[in-house]
Structure formats: C-alpha cells, structure tokens
C-alpha cells in the first residue's frame, strides 16, 4: 500500500514512464483497491523500499516456516 493517493500519484508521475492517462487509471485503481485493505491479514507500507522489502521478506518467512 503507497502512504497516500498522493504520494503514489508523485511517484508515477516522476518515472515519466507512463501516459497520464495510464497514471489515471493506475490511480484509480488504487482508490478502488484500498476500499478492501480490511480483507487482509497483511497490508506493507510501501513507504521507505528497504523497509517494505525487510517487511515483505519477514512476513513470508513467517507463513512458510
């Protein structure tokens, strides 16, 4: 999960790899999506690239052992 709408829309805007109109959509989804972050066990902060693959590594390191 991206700390904000905001701050994801930053990111993808700043790649420039992307249309605008798939930045939209993108953006959209996202909104769409956080509507069910109840429905999960986990949810990773996508803040900090360290910290969410520390968290990431540990959180399945723990369903798989």
Avoid: C
């Avoid at 996202?30 to 690239?49: A, T």
């Amino acid at each position: 999960k991206p700390p904000s709408i905001d701050v994801l829309s930053h990111r993808l805007k700043k790649r420039n790899s992307e249309t605008k109109e798939s930045i939209t959509v993108r953006i959209e989804k996202s909104v769409h999506e956080m509507k069910y972050l109840d429905k999960f066990d986990k949810i990773i902060l996508n803040d900090k690239l360290e910290d969410a693959s520390k968290n990431i590594v540990d959180t399945v390191k723990k369903f798989i052992f």
